[in-house]
């Protein structure tokens, strides 16, 4: 059982609850956690292409001392 059914009888029990503003708070965090992955991701491919650089230039440099 999701952690919103386990807790909705309560949260619609409370006076004044508003499910449309805990809808867009709920939103709003989707939103910032998608974008801080959207970021980790990018931080990623920029590692993996500055190691693929790094690589390609051992390999260039192994390649001009064997001819």
Do not use: K, V
Request: aromatic share 6%; net charge negative.
């Amino acid at each position: 059982m999701s952690r919103l059914a386990q807790t909705a009888p309560a949260l619609a029990a409370t006076p004044g609850f508003d499910w449309n503003s805990y809808a867009a708070e709920q939103c709003a965090a989707r939103d910032q956690h998608t974008a801080r992955l959207d970021a980790a991701e990018a931080r990623n491919a920029r590692f993996g292409a500055m190691l693929d650089n790094i690589a390609a230039g051992l390999i260039a440099g192994m390649d001009e001392g064997t001819s």
